[in-house]
């Protein structure tokens, strides 16, 4: 917060709700920015088991060279907080709207690049190393293009209704999957194997980067427009040092990382494993089920919506801690689900994407009243990235690995421990429910 700023917030001369903007405006903003960042996330999940293992490891077989592309698809996450500390450093010498046009058109190439990748039997290795390349550069990107718009929201909404409005950046997930899958059904439906693997899977990825374009076009209309920098300034919505923020909030971080690992957990349960362990492990058509996962993430959606109105009347602390509860629960049943046929695997989609959009409904900036006011912008990202990495970045690795070797029952236990990380989180932390209620 520069001198300024600080003198007018000690004078009173700054009244945040005197100058409210209209929540509608922000939520636009949210829902267009976290689309298109999960559209581009799960366009090259779904590459990662339909296209992946055979173009980049063909000289493995099928359940390995999947690992292998889980492996590479953690990546990102792990690069994603280098991405924030690098790019809160651009912002605070350059601006917001800087920053922001150099990491989505940094994420857009790397997309858009990862769609002109050759084969292993045309470079070798250099396939292997240039994939890696690319995906550690869509994580660096991702931690750039944190606007700061979800805290805003969330900070510009009547009291009593921050649980409808927090579970809007939320509703990015599954609209961007529901996106993603229906165009990959469509080119693995009308294309012949061969040409599928050959060009067809390629056409998601430059989609991808046409929807960046513009997501960075509505983006920035918003967060450099006047009132919103002004509205940035008053919230002191400002980026700060990322080891300074850490020192000062270590703890609500370490909360708001654990906090919605059961979300997380169960996030990757049912939109990448699934997917990867009925292409390896079935004869089904790939295009089949991912039209399932598009009438799922429908029920998501909905699910998403009720969980704004759930929260406004229980406490979102108290509908997390009876989401990660439903989620414990559901892991003793969900992998026999998935492995009972066309059926068992609609029913575990759609009641988990039920579940999932219940509890991953109000993840999204749960901690971000407890921050003090200087730290909420910087605070709120890094704890977004750790939550990701902790909580998603190794699912699907995890999963295949576990089902491979020790049978999908096992799968279950990954489900539970996230439920459990999730209650101790709640249950050390009561300043959680007190901020948001």
Same mark, same amino acid.
């Given at each position: 917060?520069?001198?300024?700023?600080? *003198?007018?917030?000690?004078?009173?001369?700054?009244? &945040?709700?005197?100058?409210?903007?209209?929540?509608?405006?922000? #939520?636009?903003?949210?829902?267009?920015?976290?689309?298109?960042?999960?559209? @581009?996330?799960?366009?090259? #999940?779904?590459?990662?088991?339909?296209?992946?293992?055979?173009?980049?490891? &063909?000289?493995?077989?099928?359940?390995?060279?999947?690992?292998?592309?889980?492996?590479?698809?953690?990546?990102?996450?792990? *690069?994603?907080?280098?991405?924030?500390?690098?790019?809160?450093?651009?912002?605070?010498?350059?601006?917001?709207?800087?920053?922001? /046009?150099?990491?989505?058109?940094?994420?857009?190439? #790397? /997309?858009?690049?990862?769609?002109?990748?050759?084969?292993?039997?045309?470079?070798?290795?250099?396939?292997?190393?240039?994939?890696?390349?690319?995906?550690?550069?869509?994580?660096?990107?991702?931690?750039?293009?944190? @606007?700061?718009?979800?805290?805003?929201?969330?900070?510009?909404?009547?009291?009593?209704?921050?649980?409808?409005?927090?579970?809007? &950046?939320?509703?990015?997930?599954?609209?961007?999957?529901?996106?993603?899958?229906?165009?990959?059904?469509?080119?693995?439906?009308?294309?012949?194997?061969?040409?599928?693997?050959?060009?067809?899977?390629?056409?998601?990825?430059?989609?991808?980067?046409?929807?960046?374009?513009?997501?960075?076009? *509505?983006?920035?209309?918003?967060?450099?427009?006047?009132?919103?920098? *002004?509205?940035?300034?008053?919230?002191?919505?400002?980026?700060?040092?990322?080891?300074?923020?850490?020192?000062?909030?270590?703890?609500?971080?370490?909360?708001?990382?654990? #906090?919605?690992?059961?979300?997380?957990?169960?996030?990757?349960?049912?939109?990448?494993?699934?997917?990867?362990?009925?292409?390896?492990?079935?004869?089904?058509?790939?295009?089949?089920?991912?039209?399932?996962?598009?009438?799922?993430?429908?029920?998501?959606?909905?699910?998403?919506?009720?969980?704004?109105?759930?929260?406004?009347?229980?406490?979102?602390?108290?509908?997390?801690?009876?989401?990660?509860?439903?989620?414990?629960?559901?892991?003793?049943?969900? &992998?026999?689900?998935? @492995?009972?046929?066309?059926?068992?695997?609609?029913?575990?989609?759609?009641?988990?994407?039920?579940?999932?959009?219940?509890?991953?409904?109000?993840?999204?900036?749960?901690?971000?009243?407890?921050?003090?006011?200087?730290?909420?912008?910087?605070?709120?990202?890094?704890?977004?990235?750790?939550?990701?990495?902790?909580?998603?970045?190794?699912?699907?690795?995890?999963?295949?690995?576990?089902?491979?070797?020790?049978?999908?029952?096992?799968?279950?236990?990954?489900?539970?421990?996230?439920?459990?990380?999730?209650?101790?989180?709640?249950?050390?932390?009561?300043?959680?429910?007190?901020?948001?209620?």
């Amino acid at each position: 917060m520069n001198p300024q700023m600080a *003198a007018q917030a000690a004078s009173g001369r700054t009244n &945040p709700r005197s100058h409210s903007l209209n929540p509608g405006d922000i #939520a636009i903003g949210v829902i267009i920015g976290r689309t298109s960042e999960y559209f @581009d996330f799960f366009v090259y #999940a779904i590459a990662s088991v339909v296209v992946f293992p055979k173009l980049v490891f &063909p000289h493995l077989d099928p359940v390995t060279g999947t690992l292998y592309s889980f492996a590479i698809f953690a990546l990102a996450f792990i *690069a994603r907080p280098f991405g924030t500390m690098i790019f809160m450093w651009a912002e605070r010498n350059f601006g917001k709207g800087v920053k922001m /046009t150099i990491a989505l058109f940094m994420l857009g190439t #790397a /997309t858009v690049s990862i769609g002109f990748l050759p084969s292993y039997e045309t470079v070798g290795s250099a396939t292997i190393v240039a994939l890696c390349v690319l995906r550690i550069g869509q994580g660096l990107a991702l931690g750039g293009t944190w @606007d700061g718009l979800a805290p805003l929201l969330a900070l510009n909404v009547p009291e009593k209704r921050r649980g409808w409005y927090a579970m809007v &950046p939320q509703l990015g997930a599954p609209l961007g999957l529901m996106i993603a899958s229906a165009l990959f059904a469509y080119f693995i439906s009308i294309l012949s194997p061969a040409d599928f693997l050959q060009w067809g899977w390629r056409y998601p990825f430059f989609v991808a980067f046409a929807v960046n374009v513009v997501a960075l076009f *509505a983006r920035l209309r918003i967060v450099v427009a006047k009132e919103f920098i *002004a509205s940035f300034e008053r919230r002191y919505l400002e980026p700060e040092p990322v080891l300074r923020t850490l020192r000062e909030e270590g703890r609500n971080v370490v909360v708001g990382t654990f #906090a919605p690992l059961a979300s997380l957990a169960l996030f990757h349960m049912v939109t990448v494993f699934p997917l990867s362990w009925v292409f390896i492990f079935t004869t089904q058509d790939t295009s089949r089920f991912l039209l399932i996962t598009v009438v799922a993430a429908a029920f998501g959606v909905a699910a998403i919506i009720a969980s704004g109105a759930l929260a406004d009347r229980f406490g979102r602390r108290t509908l997390l801690g009876a989401g990660a509860v439903a989620i414990a629960a559901f892991s003793g049943f969900a &992998p026999q689900l998935l @492995d009972a046929g066309n059926v068992g695997e609609a029913v575990f989609m759609i009641l988990g994407f039920i579940l999932l959009g219940i509890s991953f409904g109000q993840s999204s900036g749960s901690v971000a009243s407890n921050f003090a006011p200087q730290n909420r912008y910087t605070a709120s990202a890094i704890t977004s990235d750790l939550s990701w990495l902790f909580g998603a970045g190794f699912a699907p690795f995890v999963a295949l690995f576990l089902s491979s070797n020790f049978g999908l029952l096992s799968t279950g236990a990954y489900l539970l421990s996230g439920a459990a990380c999730t209650l101790i989180a709640l249950l050390t932390s009561s300043r959680l429910d007190r901020a948001e209620r």
